[in-house]
């Protein structure tokens, strides 16, 4: 068994510098976790202490039901792949694969058709015999993974694996990195800054702010309900518009008033979740992910949706879409539209948002009202 | 016309190196060899040629083979004591429980290194001294009275208690030479292979060693070339005696210039100098290329 258990797990450097504050996790047999976050949120810290390359100030680790906090990294049965893969630049591929099954005093025999096993399912075997300065940075990750996984850890580690590869490579390495979890069925647990790495990978994810944790679930989950702004615009891209408003009471039904006198309509749970929690009269802020404004024409009576009126600020052309930049008096915001769309910059647009699609936040606490 | 492909500029730009190179030592190592035929010394108007008769002589010299014995001893210690102990002593600084001690360790330790050899050398020839010396009171201290002797005094021991003080002098002179070679592996090299199962044995034989390699042939040449150069710390602590035990070719060369006044000897032990520690650094360059490529 490969669970993970961290328990009430809190880093602090000298200097009363606070990494990770209060971490509480446990991770599953076979998952794929993504911890996610800006830099300095304390991931990587994290996933250190997990490997062992870094004392615990407060807390406890459990893989599998071991306690690990005085664990040597070397007996801990994990592998992991730094940054920059820290190969040894003296060894070659081979050797390189080879080498903490060799100090294992693992069977020559052994070593060898594991490390040819790894060099075949990462297309690697032509490469065994040559130095990692003769490797394009795309192969030393195929050799770093393969290092990580001949050893058949409990748990694999990855500290942003992909971050020192361009951006073709990396969409690539990233369905076989995905790809490789499957085939190897064991723990993941893979740290980025990247919010399109964490959604496109993981099976849960963490994201993590100034060493607290902020949600932990499922990508779409995630999406879908981010616990807080920050939640919100961290994950999605381009992130998620978040205007002001104030909930007041419109012909009979609760809405939002934005600051530039658009309504906002809810959906009847919204309307309920508001009054309930007394916001009725109150400031708060309202989230809407670009590709939930649309510029279709919609039936006011009949759809479920809402307007709001702007002027396009630029309107970049990706291909697929286009993003609208747009400003409501001093709130700026971005529509992901058709690519179809005739507006450019100057134009006045109306755009719709289904009454579904809104989050609604605490303008002091920045939390979701739920 | 870009000037840094524009090999007059090159050319232009290294010319005060070149000339300083070779009138100060290309120059110098040929007039040596020049002079090494023929007799003559610093009063006589004129050189008598000799050919290679000093050459001759020198290889029938048994004092010329006490000297190169010496020397060899000189290297051979000097290259496992300081490159050798050097290399453990920076590779245990850095490690990350003695951090905290390395600024106060490496003062220490390369402290010897900026002292004046003259001084070094009175300071040891007191430790050394048989009567009030440093030395024999401490092996009394400890009840190994037996083993105290006159250190300088004793053709036994006179040589190695001099190597032993440049080992001491110069030994925390390559720990930071090791020190910044070490500094600059990758830290994660040490954490991958912490992972991967190495203690610190096997740290300090897989990473530390191939990651400085060109230290430490830089510094075995170093020493090595020090070895058959020494002079300063055999003349002030013993200039060549008890007797001849203590004789290295350059104090044999020395008393060959300046004492007994055969410029033209002299000058063939310092063309042999050159001959050993040119051919001996060339090997050396040569086999590190060979591990490297292999």
């Known amino acids: 068994m490969s669970n993970l258990s961290l328990r009430n797990i809190k880093k602090v450097y000298p200097g009363d510098v606070v990494a990770v504050r209060d971490f509480n996790l446990e991770i599953e047999d076979k998952e794929f976790i993504v911890l996610v976050g800006p830099s300095g949120c304390g991931k990587t810290t994290t996933l250190r202490m997990i490997a062992g390359l870094e004392e615990i100030t407060e807390g406890e680790i459990f893989i599998g039901d071991q306690l690990v906090n005085n664990i040597h990294p070397k007996d801990r049965d994990i592998a992991m792949v730094f940054q920059n893969y820290a190969l040894y630049p003296h060894m070659s591929v081979y050797q390189n694969m080879a080498f903490g099954l060799k100090l294992r005093k693992m069977d020559k025999a052994e070593i060898d058709s594991r490390v040819r096993n790894a060099a075949d399912i990462l297309e690697i075997e032509s490469l065994l015999d040559r130095k990692p300065k003769a490797l394009s940075g795309g192969q030393r990750q195929r050799v770093a993974l393969g290092r990580a996984m001949v050893r058949d850890p409990k748990v694999f580690l990855m500290d942003e694996p992909l971050s020192n590869l361009d951006a073709k490579l990396r969409v690539q390495m990233r369905t076989e990195i995905a790809k490789l979890h499957k085939r ?68 009979g039904k609760i809405a939002v008033e934005l600051l530039n006198g658009n309504i906002v309509n809810l959906s009847s749970e919204k309307e309920e979740r508001l009054t309930k929690a007394g916001y009725l009269g109150k400031d708060i802020l309202i989230g809407i992910r670009p590709e939930n404004l649309h510029e279709t024409e919609v039936d006011p009576l009949l759809d479920n949706y809402s307007t709001l009126t702007s002027v396009v600020e630029v309107a970049e052309l990706m291909g697929s879409e286009t993003y609208l930049y747009l400003a409501m008096l001093d709130e700026k915001i971005v529509a992901k539209v058709d690519p179809k769309t005739k507006k450019r910059a100057d134009d006045q647009v109306e755009l719709r948002v289904h009454w579904n699609r809104i989050h609604l936040f605490d303008k002091e606490t920045e939390k979701a009202i739920t | ?282 090997i050396q360059l040569k086999a590190s290329k060979a591990n490297k490529e292999e």
């Open chain 1, 184 to 251: 190897l069925n064991t723990t993941f647990i893979y740290v980025t800054h990247d919010q399109t790495e964490a959604m496109t990978m993981g099976t849960r994810i963490v994201i993590m702010k100034d060493g607290d944790i902020q949600q932990v679930g499922s990508p779409q989950f995630v999406y879908d309900n981010p616990v807080n702004v920050f939640v919100a615009s961290f994950i999605g891209s381009p992130q998620m518009n978040i205007l002001q408003g104030r909930v007041i009471e419109n012909s």
């Open chain 2, 1 to 282: 016309m870009n000037m840094y492909r524009n090999k007059k500029i090159a050319v232009f730009f290294m010319l005060p190196a070149v000339i300083f190179v070779v009138l100060f030592i290309y120059y110098p190592i040929i007039q040596n060899f020049f002079y090494s035929l023929f007799r003559w010394n610093s009063f006589s108007p004129d050189r008598v040629f000799v050919g290679l008769d000093y050459y001759r002589r020198l290889f029938k010299d048994p004092v010329f083979y006490i000297a190169l014995k010496n020397n060899a001893l000189y290297a051979f210690i000097s290259i496992i004591v300081q490159v050798g102990l050097g290399l453990v002593l920076a590779a245990i600084l850095e490690e990350k429980a003695f951090r905290k001690y390395q600024t106060f360790f490496r003062t220490t330790f390369f402290l010897p290194a900026v002292i004046s050899i003259t001084v070094v050398g009175l300071l040891w020839q007191l430790i050394y001294n048989p009567n009030i010396g440093l030395l024999n009171a401490a092996l009394k201290a400890i009840g190994l009275e037996n083993l105290t002797r006159a250190w300088l005094g004793d053709s036994k021991t006179a040589m190695l208690s001099v190597i032993a003080t440049s080992q001491w002098q110069y030994t925390g002179y390559i720990m930071i030479l090791f020190l910044i070679a070490i500094q600059k592996i990758p830290e994660e090299l040490y954490e991958s292979a912490m992972l991967d199962g190495a203690n610190a044995f096997s740290k300090f034989f897989y990473i530390t060693v191939p990651q400085v390699a060109d230290t430490i042939v830089v510094s075995m040449i170093i020493t090595m070339i020090g070895g058959f150069k020494v002079f300063d710390e055999v003349y002030v602590m013993t200039a060549g005696g008890p007797g001849r035990s203590t004789e290295v070719l350059a104090s044999y060369l020395y008393r060959s210039g300046f004492r007994n006044d055969e410029m033209g000897y002299a000058a063939t032990i310092a063309t042999i100098i050159f001959a050993i520690t040119f051919v001996t650094t060339l």
